[in-house]
C-alpha cells in the first residue's frame, strides 16, 4: 500500500502565504503524476494544480500566478506554495499522486482557512 501524508495547513490572514507538503511513504515502485486538488464544505473536490514527472506542470485559472507546484519524484514529495491567499482559497486541501500499481492514492487532507 502508498500512503501520502500532508501538512502545512492552518490559519493565514488574507495575503498571506502558506506551504504545503505530502510525502509518499510504502511500497512504491513509481509515481508519474502529483497534484493538489481542494474542496469547500458541499462542493465538489477541484483542481489546484498538477506536476507530472517531466515537470509539466497545469494550474486551476483561479491559482496561476499565486500558487507554485514542485514535485521531487526521487524522494516522493509535493509541495503547493500558495502565496497571495485570498478568503476563496478557504478549503480542504488534498494532494494526489499516481503510482504505477496502487493507481491514485490520496492523502488525508489539510484544512486551509483564509481569514482577517
Known amino acids: 500500500q502508498v500512503h501520502l501524508v500532508e501538512s502545512g495547513g492552518g490559519l493565514v490572514q488574507p495575503g498571506g502565504s502558506l506551504r504545503l507538503s505530502c510525502a509518499a511513504s510504502g511500497r512504491i515502485l513509481g509515481m508519474y503524476n502529483m497534484g493538489w486538488y481542494r474542496q469547500e464544505p458541499g462542493k465538489q473536490r477541484e483542481l489546484v494544480a498538477t506536476?507530472?514527472?517531466?515537470?509539466?506542470?497545469n494550474y486551476a485559472d483561479s491559482v496561476k500566478g499565486r500558487f507554485t507546484i514542485s514535485g521531487d519524484y526521487t524522494k516522493n514529495t509535493v509541495t503547493l506554495q500558495m502565496n497571495s491567499l485570498k478568503p476563496e482559497d478557504t478549503a480542504v486541501y488534498y494532494c494526489?499522486?499516481?503510482?504505477?500499481?496502487?493507481?491514485?492514492?490520496w492523502g488525508q487532507g489539510t484544512l486551509v482557512t483564509v481569514s482577517s
Open positions: 494526489n499522486m499516481d503510482e504505477v500499481v496502487a493507481g491514485r492514492v
Open positions: 506536476i507530472t514527472s517531466s515537470d509539466s506542470t
